[in-house]
């Protein structure tokens, strides 16, 4: 497990355990939710799925945290701390995710959040919430993944 540049941000590459029956990993565990005070709690887990090239951003959470997981396909997770009491405040930071790099991606409150599928196939995400989701008041702030607060360029650039 290893921390982010912005502050509370932390990703856990897993760990594979292959046999001939097939392939095991862990995501989640509740003695590692001490993460630095990131992820506090459980309130649900929900599976998504978005077709390619789709972008997903931006949206962010003032009690919740979440925590990515990939499953399958690949995408671009692009994250920006709005938190105005944070040190790592207005930086912006990105995380490769899917089959070619399996890892849980923590993200906690306060910090937005989006990403965009990568490849020719759909990307299915599992993720954790640590509070259940209300439709009556949502806990979430949404904005465009072109906004200029973050100014992050989607295109994938020639290297």
């Excluded at 497990?1 to 760990?15: A, S």
């Excluded at 949206?59 to 009491?85: K, T």
């Amino acid at each position: 497990m290893r921390q982010g540049k912005i502050d509370g941000v932390w990703l856990k590459p897993l760990t594979l355990h292959v046999d001939d029956r097939g392939a095991l990993a862990e995501l989640l565990r509740a003695d590692e939710l001490y993460w630095g005070g990131s992820f506090q709690g459980f309130g649900q887990t929900t599976f998504t799925m978005s077709h390619p090239g789709v972008i997903k951003a931006f949206h962010w959470h003032r009690e919740q945290d979440d925590a990515w997981f990939c499953v399958r396909g690949n995408i671009q997770a692009v994250l920006h701390d709005l938190r105005p009491d944070s040190h790592t405040q207005g930086l912006t930071e990105v995380y490769y995710l899917g089959e070619l790099r399996p890892a849980l991606l923590v993200i906690p409150r306060g910090v937005a959040h989006g990403y965009r599928v990568l490849g020719a196939e759909p990307a299915y995400l599992v993720y954790h919430a640590s509070a259940p989701y209300n439709p009556a008041a949502p806990d979430e702030e949404r904005f465009a993944h072109d906004d200029a607060r973050v100014g992050f360029d989607w295109t994938t650039q020639p290297r």
